[in-house]
């Protein structure tokens, strides 16, 4: 079943404390994306990746890291979270190359701040 | 500079009546729309697209929406509300000149569509 897969969906975390979301798909897409979703404000992006190693900024980059080693992983790293990203997190992939192609999401990360 | 408006925060129908969600975009160039739904938690999951041809799209679950260019609007419809279509309901556009031709897309706020029993 073709599928993006975030780990964890869950957390409560402390300020400051570093943290990994992992995302995976298994439809050998080369595009994706992390966006965050918070009420009144619909869905921005955070990072995207056209490709492994090929990674640049979105919306809202401020206080996150990414990176594409694999074509199939594009983790989201939070060094020193703050109660700020307390946020719903999607990870997002898609064929790239043609405007129209549909952008397939995972079932989102809880995150909380405290 | 793209954007998405959906003017709604919340639309309420009656199980059985016809729905419309409404959303508006803008964009320099020809338009990609997409319609997206999120049930409570759960990610978002695709509904349909307009990409060229046919103004009336129909996609997953009996929604269909159409596309008009000179109200520039991208209006998500179904004949027949279910109970079960309560959910929150995202409108994205992208402009088919957006660079790398899979990113760039943008969502309007969400419409929270309450189906009455």
């Known amino acids: 079943e073709a599928q993006v897969t975030q780990n964890p969906r869950y957390l409560i975390t402390v300020t400051g404390k570093k943290l990994t979301v992992t995302c995976s798909q298994n439809?050998?897409?080369?595009?994706m994306s992390w966006y965050r979703q918070d009420p009144g404000l619909g869905l921005r992006q955070i990072y995207y990746?056209?490709?492994?190693?090929?990674?640049d900024k979105g919306d809202v980059p401020e206080g996150y890291k990414v990176s594409r080693k694999e074509k199939r992983n594009f983790p989201l790293i939070l060094e020193s979270p703050s109660p700020n990203q307390t946020s719903l997190y999607f990870c997002?992939?898609?064929?790239?190359?043609?405007?129209?192609?549909?952008?397939?999401f995972g079932e989102g990360s809880w995150l909380t701040v405290v | 500079a793209q954007s998405v408006a959906q003017p709604e925060d919340q639309v309420n129908v009656a199980e059985g009546n016809p729905l419309t969600v409404k959303c508006t975009y803008s964009?320099?160039?020809?338009?990609?729309l997409f319609w997206y739904v999120q049930y409570p938690n759960r990610g978002l999951q695709f509904l349909l697209k307009?990409?060229?041809?046919?103004?009336l799209v129909k996609g997953s679950y009996g929604f269909e929406a159409e596309f008009n260019k000179s109200q520039t609007s991208f209006h998500l419809k179904k004949p027949s509300a279910l109970v079960s279509d309560s959910a929150l309901y995202f409108c994205?556009?992208?402009?088919?000149?957006?660079?790398?031709?899979?990113?760039?897309?943008?969502f309007g706020k969400g419409t929270h569509l309450i189906i009455q029993p």
């Open positions: 990746s056209m490709n492994v190693e090929v990674t």
């Open positions: 307009y990409i060229t041809g046919d103004n």
């Open positions: 997002a992939s898609s064929l790239r190359g043609v405007a129209g192609n549909t952008i397939y």
């Open positions: 964009v320099s160039g020809n338009p990609y």
């Open positions: 439809m050998n897409h080369e595009y």
């Open positions: 994205a556009v992208r402009d088919m000149y957006s660079g790398g031709g899979a990113d760039g897309l943008t």
